[in-house]
Nanobody, 124 residues
Framework: QVQLVESGGGSVQSRGSLTLSCVVS????????MGWFRQSLPKKREFVAC???????RYADIVEGRFTIFQNAVKSTLTLQMNSLEPGDAAMYFC??????????????????WGQGTQVTVSS
């Protein structure tokens, strides 16, 4: 059974940093994508960043230059380094797995497995 477990959320002041992690278990694959999405109710869940098996990364415009996504060597852990956080970044952050090959997608519809989320709060 595939499981994704996020950690690292918390409260931080504006312009602070946080590092989110997502550990993947129960999945064996060589060509897949992983991504981070976030949701701040009542807004829809939105794309943050993703990385494919070749290491190609994509970012939402609003986080470009502030957030960095990367995986460990065996691709079992996905990390999101978030710097210069703003109140608008406050949300529940979700890790997701897309088991199909190719370039990672900004659309959540391609992702078949999701974690439970980790909450990020940013105070001004």
């Amino acid at each position: 059974q595939v499981q994704l477990v996020e950690s690292g959320g918390g409260s931080v002041q504006s312009r602070g940093s946080l590092t989110l992690s997502c550990v993947v278990s129960g999945f064996i694959g060589t060509d897949f994508c992983m991504g981070w999405f976030r949701q701040s109710l009542p807004k829809k869940r939105e794309f943050v960043a993703c990385v494919d098996s070749d290491g190609e990364k994509r970012y939402a415009d609003i986080v470009e230059g502030r957030f960095t996504i990367f995986q460990n060597a065996v691709k079992s852990t996905l990390t999101l380094q978030m710097n210069s956080l703003e109140p608008g970044d406050a949300a529940m952050y979700f890790c997701a797995l897309d088991t199909s090959p190719g370039v990672c997608s900004r659309s959540e519809s391609y992702y078949t497995h999701w974690g439970q989320g980790t909450q990020v709060t940013v105070s001004s």
